[in-house]
Each structure stands twice: as C-alpha cells, then as structure tokens.
C-alpha cells in the first residue's frame, strides 16, 4: 500500500507548501488536489506544488463535468503533464451534491456523464485526432496541442452503478473520506465486477481523516467537524450502515446548518470517528491504517492534518505501516 496526501483548497496556498514540502520529504506518491466550489482553484494549486518539489506527483481530483468541461480538465492536465512529464494524473468524479446546488446546478444522467466525461479525456490524450458523437460531449475534428499524453484516469465514486463503471473504464477508482474499511470493501467489490466484465484492472484508493495523539480525544477533537460535513450527507447511510455507527443523520445536518458546533460534537462521537478515521492513539491510528489495508487499497491518502507537526507525526507513522501486510482481510457486505 502507497502513501498519498490531500489539499481541500479551505486553507491558504502557504498551507498548501507546506503539506507538499511535508509530503516530498515523506515520500508520498501523490498530493491528490480536490475540487470544491468555492474554495482554492486546483489547476493553479497543481501548478504551486509541482513547482515546490522534486519527485510528488499530484491528482486533479474529481473535477465534475458539470462545472468543468472535460475537454478542459483534459487541456490542463495535459499542459500540467507537458511541463512536469510523468508526475500528473486526472480524476472525475460527479461533485458534492451539496456543492453543486449551491451553485445551481443539477447533475443530470451522472453515470453516462462521468462515462462521456473520461472517453473524452481519454481520446484527447492520445494526441490523436478526435471525432466523438456522445449525448453530453461532442468533439468534431480536435486534437490536443500538447500531442500525446496518456495520463491515468481516475473516477471518484460511491454508488453501484459508478463503482462497477469504475472498473470497467477508468484507471483507478478513489472513495471519500470519512468511509470505513467495511464500506471500502463494498465499494471494492463493486469495482471488481467491473473489472472482471472486460477483463482488466485498476488502482484503488481512498481518503482517510486522520489526526494523531497520545491523548485520543485529543487527537478525535481536531476531526469531528471535518467528519460531521461529509457524514451529514444522505448518500453515507450505506457508509455508517456498515460501519455499525449510530448517527442521526439528519440532527447532524440540522446543527451544522444553524452552526450549533457543541451538538454537532456531540454526535459524533469517539465512537463515529474511530469506525471511519485514522484518528486517536498512535496505536490507533496504526490499526486503522491496516484496516484500510486489508479492505484492498493500494494507497491511502492522508487527510485534514493541520500545522507541520501535525503532518509531519501523521505520515510518519502511515508510511511506516505502508508496507506491512494487513492483520486481517476484510470483505465487503452486500
């Protein structure tokens, strides 16, 4: 299992230096730089952190082809590629459905979306030239200036229909943070469904929250409000149902809309974060790594650590355990 890191675009680009300097000196394969609305743009983020290290490669992730045309995200990673040869990789994904109705936007057809969305990046990256007749894209007689790039496509997904997708068309498949091991393996499973249909193969990874301490409440106090805003949302249900957590769903997002932090602590509990985080003991944080591990990842990426301390213990410890072979393997739930 290989070490990653990701940047959310919520703190300042010095923040971003300072994670990418960490991740270098760690040997962190890949600093995956998501798409938010509202927050840092990535292309420009990507663009800082190649020119900061020597060796980090860096994920567009998950550009949605409803805000960014794929033809774009294609464009940009390409150039990105042509400056900083074999250190890029572009990732899609539909978007945070609550990201996206802020902005107005309703994500119609996403499966035939996200499937037009990577034919289109992937034709455009052969450098060869492309006449594509799809329902959402179309491309008449275009190539790419940038020539030939054959970049690894991942997809971002978490329902049935996207994770089997995910295994039959793109490269690699990455799952949420705030998702636990036995989600994970689900999510897997359905991936290699996908994979067994044309016969083929792909990378796997997933986010994990993680905060370190010798006290663990300690360490579970710096997360639960990064968890509280992705478990507030519906499409988790499966996520906690495996996980065994007890949550109200919809008392979370209540107190987090009206910004009643002491309820929103409240309920997420030590328990909700250690059953979906890398979070608590350093002995903790250990168990947990191998537990993503034997859901079946090849990497995991460290998220949500905040000042260089911090980073710093965090990755240590993962890239400790990155090479050890998992204590258990866990299977998904149907």
Known sequence: MQLGISYDGSEPPQALLSLADAAD???CVNMWIATHLFFREPIACAAATLAATRKLGIVLMAMSPYTVNPIYAAMAAA???ELYPGRVQLCF???????????GIVPEKPVRTLREAIEVARLLLTGDLVNFQG????IAGR?????TRPLPL???ASGPQMLQMAGEVADGIIISAGTSPQFIAWSLDLVRKGEERVGRSVKKAALALCSVDDDGSVANDRVRRRLAYVLRGEHHARNLRLAGSELDQGALSRAFTEQNWGRVDELITDDVVHRHCASGTPARVVEMARAYSGAGLDE???????????????LAILGAQ???APATKIKGVN
């Open 154 to 156: 991942w997809l971002a």
């Open 25 to 27: 000196a760690a040997n």
């Open 143 to 147: 190539r790419l200036a940038t020539g």
């Open 135 to 138: 329902q959402q894209y179309r």
């Open 79 to 81: 150039t990105l590629d």
């Open 93 to 103: 994904g539909m978007g945070a459905p609550r990201e996206l109705e802020a902005a």
């Open 300 to 314: 995991i990426i460290a998220y949500g650590m905040q000042g260089r301390e911090q980073i710093d213990r965090v």
């Open 322 to 324: 990155a090479e050890l």
